[in-house]
């Protein structure tokens, strides 16, 4: 069945299309009668606008892009929820694509997205993100722009993020309030901000403390998996015995480590007690149950896509927009596994 246009209605009606546009519209200088003839007609063929047409008239797609390391990752679909939340209150249609922590990916698809004149980007980059020429594209090219969670520091534009170097010292601290006097840490890959971050404050909460800093106790994830924490968790008790405490990059990598420990029987946290960062569901279900740090993940998704209308406002209205970075506040959760 072909689709209605402002042309048949207008034929149908013996009326001009702008008569018939304005009527769709309600403009004040279409008489009721006509209004009511126009709308009964258009209802009984089913019209509805053609969004292409409009959108090459006002210049905007009403689509952003959003591209994530992963999909499946808990803290990533919050985010995409608080995204798409908000971008569904305010007319805006969300592309979600996935980079797989692969950096020539994550450039094909910012590519992509500016071919497709999105009206802005929200990224969070990818683990191999260490090349920023496509972020500068975006700015080149003039198109709304918000980083969060995993960013590239020096790129000016919005960005929504945690203190992660704060809030890992503040979980090892915790840690250290428990008794811990050898802490390892499994971190992130060397290349992500985040990871960065929160390695140096796992060094800084040691050094406030007096605890010698020994680089043997931090293992480097690659993938950030749970079957690193698993492999890890058996390196540490065989390299390290008197290991304690264990600050660990993400959840997903720390219920590994649980369920290592769990298979031989090493006490949690009896024996070592551990932290692990994000708050993931799973925290909560496995045993003994995960203490961790809250990483506010549906909120970072709505306070991302309102920086980016902001922007695309300021844009749209001509006027100058100077890029903010907003930082949400985190939380220690404390649970079993570092009672």
Known sequence: MKETTLKQIAETLGISITTVSKALKNYPDVSQKTKKAVLDLANSLQYTPNSFAVNLRTKESRTIGLIIPEVVHHFFSNVINGIIAEAEKNGYLVIILQSNESLELEKKQVELLLNKRVDGIIISLSNESNDDNHLKEIIRREIPFVQFDKIAKLIPSSKVIIDDQKAAFEAVEHLIKKGCKKIAHIRGPVNPQNAIDRFLGYKKALIKHNIPFDSKLVYTCKSVTFEEGKEFAEQIINEHQDVDGIF????????????????????????????????????????????????????????????????????????????????????????????
Do not use: C
């Not at 993400?250 to 006490?267: C, H, P, Q, S």
């Not at 569901?281 to 920086?307: A, H, R, W």
């Not at 749209?316 to 949400?328: G, H, N, Y």
């Open 248 to 339: 660990i990059i993400t959840d997903l990598v720390a219920v590994g480590v649980l369920a290592y420990f769990n298979e031989i029987k090493i006490k949690v946290p009896q024996q070592i007690k551990i932290i692990g960062f994000s708050n993931w569901f799973m925290s909560q279900v496995i045993t003994p149950k995960l203490s961790t740090v809250d990483q506010p993940s549906y909120e970072m998704g709505v306070q991302s896509f309102n920086l980016l209308l902001e922007e695309m406002n300021h844009r749209k209205e001509l006027k100058a927009f100077e890029p903010r970075t907003i930082e949400l506040t985190t939380s220690i959760i404390e649970r079993e596994s570092s009672l």
